[in-house]
């Protein structure tokens, strides 16, 4: 997997959030999240699972929504993030989290109500294994976001540090049909990218946004995101 090394360093890991949702980049977690409620939800009581659940940013909210999640990534450092987050806020007897290989999840078929990953595909070297995976150990929903090929993004992806990669609409539907599963929505946004976001001050960013927005909702919307979020069933 790209980037595997990068992200599993201490000192990666310790800035990861204010590094990435800390001035205009808060307006990029608040989106994230509410992707993932909005797929998934309502919460409680199910059984979930994050595949590459880094710093647990999505563990610990879903956690907080009534889910029985468990959150896994190879990155121990991260891990160790996500662990003193969740007893920051008190959810911390409510989640699981555990190191583990997205290729070879340990858990058997349809394990849980709802897999999803974010910030993970834009990873991965075998995208159709991983999402074979978690096709095999949901029952239902599987959700995940992707980097768009043909958006802004593309300006400057070859420069990050940890490599990524981009797709196109049609290689991430064959992604889902060669797992067995079925299109239930999908939403595109971020005209303007991630990356440019992050080096914005709030005050700054929440104006931009609000153009990035209007864009959104002209024809050209959808064409220009960056970022796309998919919504499968089983």
């Given at each position: 997997?790209?980037?595997?090394?990068?992200?599993?360093?201490?000192?990666?890991?310790?800035?990861y959030e204010d590094?990435?949702?800390?001035?205009?980049?808060?307006?990029i977690d608040r989106r994230e999240k509410q992707a993932v409620?909005?797929?998934l939800g309502p919460l409680d009581g199910k059984r979930v699972l994050e595949v590459a659940c880094g710093t647990g940013r999505f563990t610990v909210l879903c956690a907080q929504q009534g889910a029985?999640?468990?959150g896994m990534d190879i990155s121990a450092a991260m891990l160790r993030e996500g662990r003193a987050k969740a007893r920051d806020v008190g959810v911390a007897d409510h989640l699981?989290?555990?190191?583990g290989d997205a290729a070879r999840l340990p858990f058997p078929?349809?394990?849980?109500?709802?897999?999803?990953?974010?910030?993970?595909?834009?990873?991965?070297?075998t995208p159709a294994k991983f999402i074979s995976e978690m096709a095999r150990v949901s029952k239902a929903d599987v959700f995940f976001d992707t980097f768009n090929r043909y958006s802004t993004r593309s300006l400057y992806n070859s420069l990050l540090p940890m490599g990524?990669?981009?797709?196109s609409r049609s290689e991430v539907r064959d992604l889902l049909h060669g797992a067995g599963l079925t299109l239930r929505s999908d939403a595109h946004d971020f005209v303007l990218p991630y990356g440019f976001y992050r080096k914005l001050p709030s005050w700054l960013a929440?104006?931009?946004r609000d153009a990035d927005l209007t864009v959104g909702d002209t024809p050209l919307g959808d064409p220009l995101a960056s970022v796309s979020y998919w919504h499968a069933h089983v």
């Open positions: 997997m790209k980037g595997q090394e990068w992200y599993q360093a201490d000192e990666v890991a310790a800035e590094k990435r949702f800390s001035g205009g980049g808060r307006l409620l909005d797929a029985d999640i468990t699981e989290f555990m190191r078929d349809d394990y849980f109500d709802a897999v999803f990953a974010m910030r993970f595909f834009h990873l991965a070297d990524s990669r981009l797709y929440d104006p931009i």
